[in-house]
């Protein structure tokens, strides 16, 4: 026991060590992008300094700018994520539990799956101009087949023997999956979810930046045709900072739900 | 009619072009408070009639049937533990009653059942926290949590050791004796099962080959001549 602490000891400390240089490269590349930018290495119009870049951000705060677009791209991901996860768990719990459904409708999202979202965006400006029907397809086509693939992996996952167990004391078919069927799915769910919320993010985004005209897509395209560099590197660190921020909230649901099993020793 | 009866029981797998005959003409009838252990080889049959009763498959042909003409509340022990890993110890005791909401719960009773079983430490436990034998036992306690009126056990005490086995022995005719429970016992160990049953069905192959009616008084001594004369008597029957 001592020694194995012992050992563990050294273990968390080369960790912790790797930890304060992992969290100080943000912290390096901020310093050398100030005296970059201070000292003349390229051109302010390239990449204008951090000051100049949190000027604008508190300008646009100011403004409401930026919380207006911040606002219209979460929304439209709530909108999009949670329509696209229930239809996407519904057909997963189904073709899940019964199988000759997923095969019947396998090649077909074979084939959906393969396709980038962004490509459609032509088709779909055409079909429903910049309005927010194009990115709700959009991010449905984002969100929809991690949250499938990796429900109908946890639900085929699950034991059958579990599921017996549940039989034997006679649940019935609904109760089965409700007590067995999901709880030794979700797991999977969440890891779907998660994955999908950041595809989602991306590609909204994205779409944002040719067919919207709010979010903070469009914010980026706005700033580009007003040479507004700084308002353009707001932008990006934005969409960065939300993006993990929502995935954090995902991955601490994630560990909240699934640690049984994994913490160590007795009791 | 007794209260619980099988009569000619068959069940085929299919077995690439042939069919395995796990069951056949297997007829059986207990009353309530019964206590009935089935033993025979591995591969005899044992776990295929279980599954029968606990309707967990079906069979190829006869009937399962109760006097009173429905399916009593069954608890089952498997040969494996077979936790849900996402519960706690404690939850899974009240597995049984989970679809009768959270409020409906009987804590108490799991409390009692797991201080009886020694594992009351455990209940916060999630399940890859325990060793076989208690993981065996929190299994045992769910399988008695919900007032059964039948239960199946299969092999419950095959993976445990001797001195767990003994103790786990003891609490099953305890609680067969206070409670007056009907119990349908699996095992292979034929001293075990003359220690607790009043009824004994040896299998062969899928068919019952040797019934023996045992009238001893509990608790039963290994060392008493009627004791040894039906170990000796199942003993043979099997070894034919
Ligand atoms: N699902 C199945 N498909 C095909 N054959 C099966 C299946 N389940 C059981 N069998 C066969 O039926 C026979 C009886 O199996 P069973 O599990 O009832 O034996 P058992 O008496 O419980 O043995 P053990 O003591 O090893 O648990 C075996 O020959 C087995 O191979
Ligand atoms: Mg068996």
Wanted: glycine letters at 8%.
């Amino acid at each position: 026991m001592i020694l194995l602490g012992k050992y563990a000891g050294k273990a968390t400390r080369a960790a912790a060590f790797l930890w304060n240089i992992g969290a100080a490269i943000p912290i390096i590349v901020l310093i050398l992008w100030q005296w970059g930018s201070k000292s003349g290495w390229w051109s302010a119009f390239l990449l204008p300094g951090p000051t100049v870049v949190m000027k604008s951000f508190i300008s646009l705060l100011a403004t409401g700018e930026l919380a207006e677009n911040i606002c219209a791209s979460i929304l439209r991901i709530l909108k999009g994520f949670s329509f696209s996860a229930l239809v996407a768990l519904a057909t997963a719990f189904a073709c899940g539990i019964y199988r000759p459904m997923l095969r019947a409708l396998s090649p077909t999202f074979e084939f959906i799956r393969h396709i980038p979202p962004m490509a459609t965006i032509p088709m779909l400006i055409l079909w429903f101009g910049i309005g927010e029907a194009s990115k709700l397809v959009i991010i449905v086509m984002a969100t929809f087949f991690p949250i499938f693939l990796n429900t109908v992996q946890g639900v085929i996952q699950c034991d059958k023997r579990l599921v017996e167990v549940a039989r034997a004391f006679g649940y019935s078919r609904a109760q089965e999956l409700r007590y067995v069927i999901f709880p030794s799915a979700l797991p999977y769910v969440l890891t779907g979810m998660r994955l999908g919320l950041g595809y989602s993010w991306r590609s909204l985004i994205a779409a944002e930046l040719v067919a919207a005209s709010s979010g903070l897509g469009y914010m980026i395209l706005d700033a580009e045709q007003l040479s507004r560099p700084d308002v353009i590197m707001v932008g990006i660190l934005t969409i960065g900072c939300l993006g993990s921020l929502m995935d954090v909230s995902l991955s601490c649901l994630t560990t909240r739900f699934t640690s049984y099993g994994k913490k160590d020793g007795v009791v | 009619m007794a209260w619980f009866e099988v009569s000619k029981l068959r069940k085929e797998y299919p077995l690439g072009e042939s069919v395995k005959v796990a069951l056949r003409d297997f007829s059986l009838s207990a009353e309530r408070g019964d206590f009935v252990s089935i033993i025979g080889r591995s591969g005899s049959g044992k776990t295929t009639f279980l599954r029968l009763v606990a309707g967990l498959s079906s069979q190829t042909s006869g009937e399962i049937k109760y006097s009173d003409g429905r399916k009593p509340r069954i608890g089952m022990v498997f040969q494996e533990p077979r936790l849900m890993p996402w519960l706690t110890v404690e939850e899974n005791v009240v597995f049984p009653y989970k679809p009768l909401g959270r409020k409906n719960l009987p804590l108490k009773r799991a409390r009692a059942l797991l201080e009886m079983l020694g594992i009351l430490d455990y209940k916060d436990a999630y399940p890859s926290a325990l060793s076989g034998g208690m993981a065996q036992r929190a299994a045992l306690g769910r399988a008695l949590c919900r007032e059964p009126e039948l239960i199946l056990m299969d092999e419950p005490l095959g993976a445990l050791d001797y001195f767990t086995r003994n103790a786990l022995r003891e609490e099953i005719l305890n609680l067969y004796m206070t409670e007056a429970k009907t119990i349908l016992f699996v095992t292979h160990d034929v001293d075990e099962a003359v220690a607790m049953s009043r009824r004994i069905v040896v299998l062969d192959e899928g068919e019952i080959v040797c019934r023996v009616k045992i009238d001893l008084d509990y608790p039963r001594k290994r060392t008493d001549p009627a004791f040894a004369a039906i170990v000796e008597q199942l003993l043979v029957s099997i070894a034919r």
